[in-house]
């Protein structure tokens, strides 16, 4: 029985192999953040820029207290095998674990395996995990779309910022951008909070600097 993730749901804890030895997944998080993705198959051009792409950003996302653990349905052989191609054409060091996860115990507990798609091969999701252990983003591309790491690490500075400030971030925000002050906080409270000011465009739509810069 192949689950269904939704955004705050308790992210499902297991133990599987990985290129990096038996991890327990949340004891491997820690307090800290963490980002899930699967890829459909090993030795697949696409999905070898994707593993590169992700160990260059191993800074991005330590700086963040994030860390990050690939999966597909390919047994830990492929994946050490495949590993010496992506460091050589990617010119990388894969430098995060890779779960092997033949048997799909992963894979069916946060549903990535889309049957309509491809009833054997995982499709490109990615969860991100609070240190809370809840589902904070989920997101799915197909086989044929390489996804954008950048926008991954975005998501995350958005959630760490909203984590902490009554604030929103608008469409293609990035850090250190003006955000969004939330409805819910009046301007009485709104000026004691962003101190920094904020510009009212419409009563339910009001902007502010990024408050923790
Ligand atoms: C790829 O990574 O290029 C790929 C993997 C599985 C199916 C199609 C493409």
Request: hydrophobic share 35%; net charge negative.
């Amino acid at each position: 029985m192949t689950a269904n993730i939704r955004l705050g749901d308790d992210a499902p804890d297991f133990t599987a192999e990985t290129t990096e030895g038996k991890i327990n997944f949340y004891d491997y998080l820690g307090d800290g953040w963490g980002v899930l993705f699967s890829h459909p198959k090993d030795y697949t051009p696409v999905c070898t820029t994707e593993l590169g792409t992700v160990a260059k950003l191993k800074g991005e996302f330590t700086k963040r207290n994030a860390k990050v653990i690939g999966l597909s349905v390919d047994p830990i052989d492929s994946h050490n095998g495949w590993v010496k191609d992506i460091n050589e054409t990617q010119h990388t060091t894969v430098n995060f674990p890779i779960i092997a996860d033949p048997d799909r115990t992963v894979a069916d507990l946060y549903g990535m395996i889309h049957p309509n798609a491809d009833d054997t091969l995982t499709v490109r999701s990615v969860f991100i995990v609070g240190p809370d252990k809840k589902v904070k983003l989920t997101l799915t591309y197909p086989a044929s779309t390489g996804r954008n790491f950048q926008e991954i690490l975005r998501v995350i500075d958005s959630l760490q910022l909203t984590a902490g400030y009554k604030v929103s971030t608008p469409a293609d925000w990035k850090e250190g951008e003006d955000v969004i002050i939330v409805p819910a906080v009046s301007d009485e409270e709104a000026k004691e909070r962003f101190p920094k000011g904020f510009k009212t465009l419409k009563p339910y739509l009001r902007i502010t600097p990024q408050p923790n810069k």
